[in-house]
Every structure is written in C-alpha cells, then in structure tokens.
C-alpha cells in the first residue's frame, strides 16, 4: 500500500471553533441523545429565520430525528430525516463524528452542506 501526503486536515474541533458547527446546549442534547448534537450553519439559519421560537423549531428537529432513529432500528452512522418548519418539509441528514479527544458528537446538516 504506498503512502498519501496529507495536504491539510480540517478537524471537527475547528469546524466548531470556526463556527461552522453550533453546538446545541448540553441539557437539550440530553433530553433526546447520549451524545453531544452539533447543527451546522444552515440548520442554525432555518430555526433562526423559522416563525417559530427558535428553540422549539430545534427541539422539532431533535424530536423528528429521535424517532427516526428509533424506527430504522439499526445502527447507523448516517440517517436522512425529514421535519416540517413553517408548513413546508425540509429533508435533515445527520451523522456521527468524533471530535479531537476521540468523542462522538451527532451532526445534523442540510444534504448541500454534507
């Protein structure tokens, strides 16, 4: 197997500190997964902009993306989901990914920011 130069690596700490990533507040993270719940610009903007309360947009985010999971049954790296924001459906992915320090964080993005 021969050897790649590695150009560059962009970690996913620095996608959070580039504010990339957002991270969700540890006690709404908890309320429906084990792991810390990242949301990427374009989710944080559909809840921002949403005519709902901002919060409550993302726990409908969080709560379309629960029971999906529960439905799939399997475990999976990569789920896609859908959820209604102001009557129309937005189509969500999510993803586990692990941070610096080797700990998974569960990822939820719009499919163009994958």
Known sequence: MSECEVISVYALDDAVRDGIYNPVS???S???FKWPVLITT???EICK???GD???VLHDILTMLYFKIKSVGQDDNFISFD???DGKT???WATIQVD????PNLTIMLPDEY
């Open 26 to 28: 540890e006690l709404l």
């Open 30 to 32: 908890k309320q429906y």
């Open 42 to 44: 374009g989710v944080d």
């Open 49 to 51: 902009n949403s005519e």
């Open 54 to 56: 901002y919060n409550g």
């Open 83 to 85: 959820v209604v924001v």
């Open 90 to 92: 937005i189509t969500l």
């Open 100 to 103: 610096d320090n080797g700990q």
